[in-house]
């Protein structure tokens, strides 16, 4: 019976299920020395879940052969997030308490990211990096990632609150949004691999990001994503920009919430606002200064 319920556990870790805590007693000593051996590797495996994420290593679980360099071409949207003003907010509060606001934060918006059926690719300080569409498949990836991204500062609003009632520092977060046909796969040297993702849409999508301080936005959204949410989502143009390697100028537009959540004041601001974007590329200029006044 000890032995049964062994590979009974042990049929669990393929599939990466480690919840488990089923005691297992044998009176033989070989057998008791398996099962300690097993608890050990599988106490192991739950510490290194926080590492990667739970469905690359259900991947390599699975696949026959040790982890190699490869990669794929796929359509994904690819998420950066950072707070706004962190070095400041760094400096004004002790290292343990710093450690333990950021692990909130980064908590909650890995939990909503992987709520959407997101992957959380990395932590970078307090920049959170993610994608969606690898590496299982999501088709509505750009929807995915712009309901995250709403709820992601929702969340965050909630925080806010908390910890001004608890007198801690705030956070606010500039998420960028992007799609496009990236390289996703095993990437670094041969010793040690990295599940992620690279392109010239993963750099637009971190731009995106950065240049929302001089908008006065919270989530930009290049052309692409925009186009695959239009019909669900209200998005505001913002501007036309230069990506560097492209030789025509982008749009790039707000993300302004769901459709039918959006206030009547706020749409007819974004379309007086469209409007005088549009006089203003028609070289309209009276028209433009008076719609923008």
């Not at 057998?31 to 739970?54: C, T």
């Not at 469905?55 to 040790?66: C, F, K, M, S, Y």
């Not at 400096?91 to 333990?100: A, C, H, Q, T, W």
Request: charged share 30%; proline share 2%.
């Amino acid at each position: 019976r000890p032995l049964s319920e062994l590979s009974h556990e042990m049929d669990k870790i393929q599939n990466f299920d480690l919840d488990s805590d089923k005691t297992i007693v044998s009176s033989i000593t070989d057998v008791q020395n398996m099962v300690v051996s097993f608890y050990k590797m599988r106490q192991g495996l739950r510490s290194f879940r926080k590492f990667v994420p739970a469905d690359i290593v259900r991947q390599l679980i699975a696949q026959e052969g040790d982890a190699h360099l490869q990669g794929e071409k796929r359509e994904l949207t690819v998420h950066f997030s950072d707070i706004e003003g962190f070095t400041t907010v760094s400096e004004s509060i002790k290292p343990e308490d710093l450690v333990n606001l950021l692990a909130e934060y980064l908590s909650e918006m890995s939990r909503i990211i992987g709520e959407e059926n997101g992957t959380v690719d990395k932590y970078i300080g307090d920049a959170v990096m993610a994608f969606w569409g690898a590496p299982q498949h999501v088709p509505d990836h750009a929807l995915r990632a712009a309901k995250a991204a709403l709820r992601c500062q929702a969340r965050l609003v909630e925080l806010e609150k908390k910890w001004l009632a608890e007198g801690r520092p705030v956070f606010r977060a500039r998420i960028g949004l992007n799609t496009g046909e990236i390289i996703v796969g095993n990437m670094g040297s041969a010793e040690r691999l990295n599940y992620t993702v690279i392109g010239d849409a993963v750099n637009l999508a971190s731009r995106l990001e950065g240049i929302n301080k001089y908008y006065g936005t919270r989530i930009m959204v290049g052309e692409a994503t925009q186009k695959l949410i239009a019909g669900h989502y209200v998005t505001r143009l913002l501007d036309f920009v230069a990506v560097k390697g492209k030789n025509e100028a982008i749009r790039i537009y707000e993300l302004v919430g769901e459709k039918g959540a959006v206030d009547a004041t706020t749409l007819e601001f974004i379309r007086t606002f469209e409007s005088a974007i549009e006089a203003y590329r028609g070289r309209d200029w009276d028209k433009a200064e008076s719609l923008f006044k």
